[in-house]
């Protein structure tokens, strides 16, 4: 490393995005990355077998309603528009995802308008809970208990590995019931894939003459002894070699095969049973539908808790891990001149686009401060912005 570079670990969104900005701010950049290729989990290549662009740590959609942050990506590449229409197998029955009037309509066997049904789900939904505090019962205050059972019960035990009387109401909140027919997952205003995948996305992102790219360089502390600031975008555990412990998280077990024709029909399809043992089946060329291929490739994905060696993917953020991450925070504070960003380094479940906001705003604030951050950005505990 030259004396005085930044230096980035990780080259995913959060590790490519400060990279670019600080060269383009003047100065010299040097992004690590263990793995072989750019765009961490965001990830896409070619299926030589199929011609397939597969998103191969599972799909990654884009959605926001950021509106600088939509023109940042589409400076690197060009978007397509896509609509994530997510379809959910119950009972031998296939349901329209989340849930809205025709789920609800379907499910029931009625054809009510959008006033009828919100008044008859006000007739199954528990009304004493006037507070959710839990997953379980943030579920049964919405639809109450057979939409619950059917549609989220057991699909979030197959997900977090514990019943969803444990888990905090605010995962149920980012699922929106609906009493209109539409089955569009997302709300947000700008939604859209990058025609050729994240991956020469990311690449166009890190391509500047300030920024030195190393593939399938693992971080050692030698690395960072010279460096004017590090930016870490792996976990926040990590960092430190797990001396307080693990913070929780599951991973995913990708299921490939390949056919002739389509699949499946939709490039989502989840599966709530508990008796089948994966999560859902994504079908990769329907995240394109802009391409056409006589083959297909598929993903069934099963749910576990994480174990070293594995790759990380949803923090729990149980009580127990959130315990032990405010003593991570803590010992994180100690530390001078890292600063910890990205899903990982927060140990936050973020989504692309707040990824990319924040790294923005973390680049900005490090030029803005003359090259002096503080540990954190923003605060794993609340999600607040710090800086």
Same mark, same amino acid.
């Given at each position: 490393?030259?004396? #005085?570079?930044?230096?980035?670990? #990780?080259?995913?969104?959060? #590790? &490519?995005?400060?990279?670019?900005?600080?060269?383009?701010?003047?100065?010299?950049?040097?992004?690590?990355?263990?793995?072989?290729?750019? &765009?961490?989990?965001?990830?896409?290549?070619?299926?030589?077998?199929?011609?397939?662009?597969?998103?191969?740590?599972?799909?990654?959609?884009?959605?926001?309603?950021?509106? &600088?942050?939509?023109?940042?990506?589409? /400076?690197?590449?060009?978007?397509?528009?896509?609509?994530?229409?997510?379809?959910?197998?119950?009972? #031998?029955?296939?349901?329209?995802?989340?849930?809205?009037?025709? +789920?609800?309509?379907?499910?029931?066997?009625?054809?009510? /308008?959008?006033? *009828?049904? /919100?008044?008859?789900?006000?007739?199954?939904?528990?009304?004493?809970?006037?507070?959710?505090?839990?997953?379980?019962?943030?579920?049964?205050?919405?639809?109450?208990?057979?939409?619950? *059972?059917?549609?989220?019960?057991?699909?979030?035990?197959?997900?977090?590995?514990?019943?969803?009387?444990?888990?905090? &109401?605010?995962?149920?909140?980012?699922?929106?019931?609906?009493?209109?027919?539409?089955?569009?997952?997302?709300?947000?205003?700008?939604?859209?894939?990058?025609? *050729?995948?994240?991956?020469?996305?990311?690449?166009?992102?890190?391509?500047?003459?300030?920024?030195?790219?190393?593939?399938?360089?693992?971080?050692?502390?030698?690395?960072?002894?010279?460096?004017?600031?590090?930016?870490?975008?792996?976990?926040?555990?990590?960092?430190f070699n797990f001396r307080?412990?693990?913070?929780?998280?599951? +991973?995913?077990?990708?299921?490939?095969?390949?056919?002739?024709?389509?699949?499946?029909?939709?490039?989502?399809?989840?599966?709530?049973?508990?008796?089948?043992?994966?999560?859902?089946?994504?079908?990769?060329?329907?995240?394109?539908?802009?391409?056409?291929?006589e083959g297909t490739v598929?993903?069934?994905?099963?749910?576990?808790?994480?174990?070293?060696?594995?790759?990380?993917?949803?923090?729990?953020?149980?009580?127990?891990?959130?315990?032990?991450?405010?003593?991570?925070?803590?010992?994180?504070?100690?530390?001078?001149?890292?600063?910890?960003?990205?899903?990982?380094?927060?140990?936050?479940?973020?989504?692309?686009?707040?990824?990319?906001? *924040?790294?923005?705003?973390?680049?900005?604030?490090?030029?803005?401060?003359?090259?002096?951050?503080?540990?954190?950005?923003?605060?794993?505990?609340?999600?607040?912005?710090?800086?």
């Amino acid at each position: 490393m030259t004396q #005085g570079q930044v230096l980035i670990v #990780g080259a995913g969104l959060s #590790g &490519a995005v400060i990279a670019r900005h600080l060269a383009e701010a003047g100065y010299a950049v040097r992004v690590i990355d263990s793995r072989a290729h750019v &765009a961490g989990n965001c990830h896409t290549e070619r299926d030589a077998e199929t011609g397939v662009q597969v998103h191969v740590y599972g799909p990654h959609i884009f959605h926001t309603d950021d509106e &600088a942050v939509w023109r940042y990506v589409n /400076r690197f590449a060009r978007f397509r528009h896509f609509k994530n229409q997510v379809k959910a197998t119950c009972g #031998g029955a296939v349901y329209s995802m989340p849930i809205n009037l025709h +789920t609800i309509n379907q499910f029931y066997g009625k054809t009510m /308008r959008p006033a *009828e049904a /919100r008044a008859f789900l006000e007739t199954l939904t528990d009304r004493t809970i006037s507070d959710p505090q839990t997953f379980e019962d943030q579920a049964l205050s919405l639809v109450g208990p057979e939409l619950y *059972e059917a549609f989220l019960k057991g699909y979030t035990e197959k997900q977090w590995g514990c019943p969803p009387s444990h888990l905090p &109401a605010s995962i149920l909140r980012r699922l929106p019931v609906r009493f209109t027919y539409d089955d569009n997952y997302y709300f947000h205003q700008f939604q859209g894939m990058p025609e *050729e995948g994240y991956t020469p996305m990311v690449a166009a992102i890190l391509d500047h003459p300030d920024i030195e790219l190393s593939l399938g360089t693992p971080f050692t502390p030698d690395l960072a002894k010279d460096a004017a600031h590090v930016f870490w975008s792996g976990s926040l555990d990590g960092y430190f070699n797990f001396r307080l412990g693990r913070l929780g998280y599951r +991973t995913l077990d990708f299921e490939r095969f390949t056919e002739t024709g389509d699949h499946q029909g939709c490039a989502v399809m989840n599966y709530s049973d508990t008796e089948v043992p994966y999560t859902r089946v994504t079908e990769h060329k329907h995240f394109a539908p802009w391409e056409r291929h006589e083959g297909t490739v598929c993903y069934r994905e099963y749910v576990r808790a994480a174990e070293p060696g594995d790759i990380p993917y949803y923090p729990l953020r149980l009580a127990q891990e959130r315990a032990l991450l405010t003593d991570y925070v803590a010992l994180a504070e100690t530390c001078t001149g890292v600063t910890f960003v990205g899903r990982l380094g927060t140990y936050r479940y973020i989504d692309m686009d707040v990824t990319i906001r *924040e790294a923005l705003d973390a680049a900005a604030a490090f030029v803005g401060r003359g090259g002096k951050l503080p540990s954190f950005c923003v605060d794993p505990l609340t999600g607040m912005r710090r800086v």
